[in-house]
């Protein structure tokens, strides 16, 4: 048979090895003291916390190709049974991350586009500096020239 047998291969006290990873895990679940598992929570305050353990747990899947499917599944899901004043409460937070997170990407790409074409402007500013330079150094030496003398003394 090609189906898993929880009972092969068994270890020296008889237990099997899927068994024994079973209980094993179990018990690193009770041990470790962040568990979301054996979380409990009774008042605000102990959700806040049931709250912070999830979050812990869940963005270490946040790179993984499924999260972001996993995430638009779960929240209506989890609030599915709220009436749509919660369910606005809930809503609210999103909409403003959405927001926040869409003007931050507009103000990297307005600076991005801003280097890029500050870049460009500075290349075309030497060139503009090294022109009037040029004009500037040619009408001084024209200026310098003809200042020597005055126009109105060969008025009459």
Known sequence: S??????????????SKVAS????TAVLSLNNPDSIDTYVPVDPEDFAELSRRIIKKLK???????????IRDLI???????????????????????HEKSRQEK?????????SKKSSLNVQKKQNDTRS????????SMAGNYDDYDDFDDFM
Request: charged share 25%.
């Open 133 to 140: 330079d040029f004009l500037m150094n040619e009408y001084k």
């Open 76 to 98: 209506p899901e989890l609030c599915s049974e709220m009436n749509s004043d919660e369910i606005k409460k809930v809503s609210n937070p999103l909409m403003n991350l959405t």
């Open 107 to 115: 103000e990297a790409k307005k600076k991005a586009q801003q280097a």
């Open 21 to 24: 990873l079973v209980t094993s």
């Open 60 to 70: 270490n899947y946040q790179t993984d190709e499924g999260y972001t499917s996993f």
């Open 2 to 15: 090609s189906g898993i047998n929880a009972e092969w291969p068994l270890r020296p006290g008889g237990e």
